[in-house]
């Protein structure tokens, strides 16, 4: 009898598996969506092979994290499952797996509402990471189903992706707009640390509630106004420019005004969008210690650099302070990074900035 069950057992699992259908997006021609070049749009990357050499050597390897990037398809079908392996560690002392190497799934559905997908618990981290979506209900035109939109880890590399969704269900890659993104460059914050799953990064949020393409160039600890990096950012068409640095100048308070003043001169070279200089957020330990309120002298060089532009003549040039975003004393992790509360504010604040300036 027992022999019996453990053969009935293989073979459901087998026609289970047999069932579903995988498809692999860079295999199939699929595009990746949240890159600024063309030319990767079938790959997981997010900075193009010239940037190599150009970039620090921190950054190119920070581009290969998929922060930022995501999979748009729509199906109907009532279980999808998505297997894949990354290129390092699963998590942080301060930042979970699900946000590190995690996806994490929303859909719209036919009458352009959002919806939250929530996988099944646990996922599985194993060699190969397994979210495994299932009992999917369509609450609006069931044949027609949803349009999902996968977004891919924070803080790793895909080595491969397959999705899979049962034989009889329809499922289609759907192509990346030819909308002018809003580019994003900045540090760990904006790169997604501390996200506890990747929907939920800053920029990921504004990009859902703004409905515009996102850009996402943050490199954690390497957000540092080089020349090079504004000569890359130079050759993306964007909608818009937000530089989002700050936290990262700490060290480097000295040169901010210098290369402020000529990364927004050399993207004045080639485009006319809007530009959003951001303020450090702050720390939200410094009410209680005095080294944390550090951040207000790279904020007082900002606002120089800023008003000298603004002397200059320099138009479309526009301003977000540490206050416009709030943090409050329970939206950081540790004192430097925010969790999900913290990334909340700053995207509201982020939206806000974006709404008045771009409509």
């Not at 073979?11 to 595009?31: C, D, L, M, R």
């Not at 308070?253 to 004045?268: A, D, F, K, Q």
Request: one cysteine or more; charged letters at 20%.
């Amino acid at each position: 009898m027992k022999k019996l069950l453990l053969l009935l057992t293989v073979f459901a699992s087998t026609v289970s598996y047999a069932q579903i259908k995988w498809h692999n997006p860079i295999g199939s021609g699929a595009e990746v969506h949240g890159q600024g070049w063309a030319e990767l749009r079938h790959s997981y990357l997010r900075l193009p092979a010239h940037a190599e050499g150009k970039a620090s050597d921190a950054v190119w390897s920070l581009s290969k994290h998929s922060a930022g990037l995501s999979l748009v398809f729509r199906s109907n079908a009532r279980e999808i499952i998505v297997r894949y392996q990354v290129t390092g560690s699963y998590n942080m002392f301060h930042m979970p797996s699900t946000g590190v190497s995690g996806v994490d799934m929303y859909a719209t559905d036919a009458d352009g509402r959002e919806r939250w997908c929530a996988p099944h618990f646990p996922v599985s981290f194993a060699d190969t990471i397994r979210y495994h979506y299932d009992n999917i209900t369509y609450f609006t035109n069931p044949e027609q189903g949803y349009e999902y939109h996968l977004y891919l880890p924070l803080y790793n590399g895909v080595k491969w992706m397959e999705i899979g969704v049962p034989t009889d269900a329809r499922f289609q890659f759907l192509p990346v707009t030819d909308e002018k993104p809003i580019v994003v460059y900045g540090t760990s914050i904006a790169h997604g640390a501390c996200a506890s799953r990747p929907g939920l990064a800053w920029t990921n949020i504004v990009e859902r509630r703004t409905s515009r393409p996102i850009v996402n160039l943050g490199f954690s600890g390497s957000g540092k106004l080089e020349p090079e990096m504004f000569d890359l950012l130079s050759e993306i068409g964007a909608s818009m420019y937000v530089i989002d640095c700050m936290a990262n100048m700490d060290n480097l308070s000295n040169l901010i005004v210098e290369r402020i003043t000529h990364g927004v001169h050399r993207l004045r070279q080639s485009s006319q969008a809007p530009i959003l200089l951001v303020e450090h957020a702050g720390y939200t330990g410094e009410s209680t210690n005095e080294h944390r309120s550090s951040y207000r002298a790279v904020n007082e060089q900002l606002r120089k650099a800023y008003g000298q532009l603004q002397a200059e003549g320099v138009a479309n040039l526009h301003y977000m302070s540490s206050e416009e975003i709030g943090l409050d004393q329970e939206s950081q992790v540790e004192s430097v990074h925010p969790n999900d509360h913290g990334m909340r504010l700053h995207a509201d604040a982020h939206v806000k900035q974006i709404v008045k300036i771009l409509h």
